[in-house]
């Protein structure tokens, strides 16, 4: 047998290690390269006119719902639209191999998390100045405002030109691309529709850092699919608002019912009638004592010797909210036309409640309670808040049990209930509702307190939104959320039903990679959702 010569084992030898230096050398590069791709440093050498903090990062892990606190790898406080698109398409063009999402937060009001990027980057909106908010007053008013813009703001601005949207939220320390990007309802809803039916154009960053203008007539298909479309195909840098002539005064009033139906009867009656009030909410009063001496330092009885002798006794009661809009010069006229309306209610006569502020002073009535929280240090708690949307035809079967059964000692905050209508929404928006025309908006707006383990602890609250979510579901009440919260995608699947194909095609079109708004957990990057 012959061996090979000494000189071609050493040069197979010398083969073999220069092979496995290149096999080594190309892992390492590839180990390198998605190392890099959640490492700031490729971060740090984007051009921006802003700036990123890399240290300075742990407020931007907190919320309102104060529950849920997912640290960033970076926040980028933005100068321009530019710097929002640039950071997207930088992290666009590292593709599906980099972890790095994008998160747009705002006032920071959101409840789960859902403006977080676990070690992705933050950018806060609210230093994107760059628009300067611009009102136009001719024939069709609008506004045109940063995405970053609190309501509050856009509303003292706009009452320079006697002018207001026509929507609202009932707390205004929003931003408008927070609210836009879920719906934006209140009292008004039932008249002119949420916010998000109000709005006439939007600049919109995709998740590809494509920076477009979208309106009904432009871009059509994102225009209608970023707004409700819970931050997943953009984020709003503009939006042109509509606008209405403003009032100077409000006549505020508030009535009691002990009887739920008749309750809701007179509140469907208001939001169908065609002279009616302004805005048209309602309460759920469980287990309260002394609650109209409580009204008094705001509003005056109309009967004061009536109002005295009333006596809730810790009952379930419900109040129905209402406003009327007037200028100072029709105040005779105004009071006419209230009487009118309130004598076709059937309250109970003693709690009639009213006062007159200003137009301001009443949109930014939240505020006042807030700043009462704040003083106690009862602000920044856990807010547990369930929000849902019941058909109209099973209101009555969520009451009996939710309050007759689930909710019955007492609350851990306000609960809303009030009707909208369903024709003032419009139905190419990523809004999802119930499938009658008319439906409640009920809301649980909890405050948990820290370290408790009684009825107003965090968990027993979370018992108690899971028990009426559950119910929800048992009785098959065609009930939607508002500000929904889903940890499967399976369970956004059954939220959005027969609409999820629309909603994941546009997301395949306009954030395929699923860089934007991660902490809605809808989509998973480098996860298929076809």
Known sequence: MRYPPVSILKQTNMLFVRSFLILFLSCMTITINLCFSSNPSSLRTLSVDGHFSFDEVHHAAKDFGNRFQLLPLAVLYPKSVSDIATTIRHIWQMGPDSELTVAARGHSHSLQGQAQAHQGVVINMESLQVHKMHVYSGNYPYVDASGGELWMDILRECLKYGLAPKSWTDYLHLTVGGTLSNAGVSGQAFRHGPQISNVNQLEVVTGKGEVLNCSEKQNSDLFHGVLGGLGQFGIITRARISLEP?????????????????????????????????????????????????????????????????????????????????????????????????????????????????????????????????????????????????????????????????????????????????????????????????????????????????????????????????????????????????????????????????????????????????????????????
């Open 246 to 530: 403003a009032p100077d005064m409000v006549k505020w009033i508030r009535v009691l019912y002990s009887d739920f139906t008749t309750f809701v009867t007179d509140q469907e009656r208001l939001i169908g009638a065609e002279s009616t009030f302004d805005y048209i909410e309602g309460f759920v009063i469980i287990n309260r004592t002394s609650l109209l001496n409580n009204w008094r330092s705001s509003f005056d009885p109309q009967d004061p010797v009536q109002a005295s002798q009333f006596q809730s006794d810790g009952r379930t009661l419900y109040c129905l909210e209402l406003a009327k809009y007037f200028n100072r010069d029709r105040i005779d006229a105004l009071n006419e036309e209230v009487g009118n309306l309130l004598s076709q209610l059937s309250y109970m006569a003693s709690t009639l409640f009213l006062t007159e502020v200003s137009y301001l002073e009443f949109l930014d009535r939240v505020h006042v309670s807030e700043v009462k929280l704040r003083s106690k240090g009862l602000w920044e708690v856990p807010h547990p808040w369930l929000n849902l949307l019941i058909p109209k035809s099973k209101i009555n079967d969520f009451a009996d049990e939710v309050f007759g059964n689930i909710l019955t000692d007492t609350s851990n905050g306000p609960i809303l209930i009030y009707p909208v209508n369903k024709s003032k929404w419009d139905n190419r928006t990523s809004a999802v509702l119930p499938e009658e025309d008319i439906f409640y908006l009920v809301a649980f707006l909890n405050s948990a307190m820290p370290s408790s383990m009684g009825t107003d602890g965090l968990e027993h609250i979370l018992t108690q939104n899971k028990r009426i979510l559950e119910f929800c579901e048992t009785a098959r009440l065609g009930m939607k959320q508002y500000l929904p919260h889903y940890n499967t995608q399976g369970e956004w699947r059954a939220h959005f039903g027969p609409r999820w194909e629309v909603f994941a095609q546009r997301k395949s079109t306009y954030d395929p990679l699923a860089i934007l708004a991660p902490g809605q957990r809808i989509f998973q990057k480098g996860i298929s959702f076809s």
